[in-house]
Nanobody, 123 residues
Framework: EVQLAESGGGLVQAGGSLRLSCAAS????????VGWFRQAPGKEREGVGC????????YFADSVKGRFTISSDNAKNTAYLQMNGLKPEDSAVYYC????????????????WGQGTQVTVSS
């Protein structure tokens, strides 16, 4: 059974940093892309970025470019979302997902999802 579990969310002041982790089990990690998405109250789920675990290539939404990075440790079946320079508008539930990582960040190409972790950025 494929399982994804996010951790590392919390409350941080604007300008601060957080690192989210996505621990995966039940499959071979480096055969997939790992995407990060977020959803704020009343808004649609939007793509933040993704990583192709086979070669480490990454893609990011314009809203987070230069502030967020994604990495993976295939031996640990874990991906990371490093978030720096956080803004109040980054507040959302953050999800990791397993699927096809590419330039277009869409939920439609991701088959497995974690339950999410809350990130709140205070002003």
């Amino acid at each position: 059974e494929v399982q994804l579990a996010e951790s590392g969310g919390g409350l941080v002041q604007a300008g601060g940093s957080l690192r989210l982790s996505c621990a995966a089990s039940g499959f071979t990690f480096d055969d997939y892309g790992v995407g990060w998405f977020r959803q704020a109250p009343g808004k649609e789920r939007e793509g933040v970025g993704c990583i192709n675990t086979s070669d480490g290539s990454t893609y990011f939404a314009d809203s987070v470019k230069g502030r967020f990075t994604i990495s993976s440790d295939n031996a640990k079946n874990t991906a990371y979302l490093q978030m720096n320079g956080l803004k109040p508008e980054d507040s959302a539930v953050y999800y990791c997902a397993l699927g096809a990582c590419g330039e277009v960040l869409t939920t439609f190409v991701y088959d497995y999802w974690g339950q999410g972790t809350q990130v709140t950025v205070s002003s």
